[in-house]
């Protein structure tokens, strides 16, 4: 049996496309790895929500039944250091009311990864829910609606006269 001698031009050829190769392969291992191990950013995955915290606000408020008229916003928006302090006034009906939407608005901003306080707003028998995200602040006064007056009802026909 007579062998053929393999030419050095074929194996030089093998080479030339083997170190390309080799090199996109190690390019993209480090690629998966930095991707693995490297956080695109601070907050998780679950809490980096595109959108305004405005609209959350009002969105929530409009479940739990606070429309415009009982609602102020951005009245006043004050700067404490580097943040801006967006004040919000609401009314609403009654205490459970207040700390249902207390509560909604404090899971809203755990959601987004935004530390939040929550406090009783003084002697009023509100609450008062702080929102931190970062550059901007809101502060969320929550209050207990006045009570409605009823209109005296006028009677037709005729009025009692003293004699």
Do not use: C, Y
Not at 98 to 121: F, N, Q
């Amino acid at each position: 049996m007579v062998t053929r001698k393999r030419s050095r031009r074929t194996q030089t050829q093998r080479n030339v496309w083997l170190i390309p190769v080799l090199g996109v392969a190690l390019i993209a291992l480090v690629a998966a790895l930095w991707m693995l191990f490297h956080p695109s950013s601070e907050q998780p995955e679950e809490a980096r929500i595109e959108g305004n915290f405005a609209d959350v606000i009002r969105q929530t408020a409009a479940r739990r039944g606070v429309g415009q008229p009982h609602r102020q916003e951005d009245d006043p928006i004050r700067k404490e250091g580097e943040v801006f302090v967006r004040t919000w006034r609401m009314q609403l009906a009654g205490d459970e009311a207040i700390h249902a939407l207390s509560s909604d608005l404090e899971a809203e901003a755990a959601r987004w990864g935004a530390p939040v306080t929550a406090a009783d707003d003084g002697d009023r028998g509100g609450r008062m829910v702080r929102v931190d995200l970062g550059v901007e602040a809101f502060e969320i006064h929550l209050a207990p609606a006045p009570p409605v007056a009823r209109r005296a009802v006028r009677r037709r026909g005729k009025t009692p006269r003293a004699q």
